[in-house]
């Protein structure tokens, strides 16, 4: 699976602890394994995410990506439930 981030996740991403970039860096590689292991809590989103989905990174950091084709996903942006909702 080809995994790539946008310009704002990147943003995104800079601002995290280092803690929960760690904790990022884990979830990736569960979520290139398994996109639907339990650990991740990956679901489908509405409204203004219509079409996106998310990951759960930690208590309350949530990672929203896109499906671009079957082998190919592009993280949109990273941080809080409240940042991102």
């Known amino acids: 699976m ?28 569960i979520f290139q394994k398994d996109r639907n292991n339990p650990q991740l809590n990956n679901h489908k989103l509405h409204g203004e995410y219509d079409d996106f989905y998310s990951i759960n990174i930690s208590g309350d950091i949530r990672a929203i990506y896109e499906v671009l084709d079957k082998d190919k996903v592009l993280f949109i942006k990273i941080g809080t439930h409240n940042q991102l909702y």
Do not use: D, T
């Open 2 to 29: 080809r995994i790539s981030f946008s310009k704002e996740f990147k943003k995104g991403f800079k601002k995290l602890s280092k803690k929960s970039k760690v904790q990022f860096r884990g979830r990736i590689e």
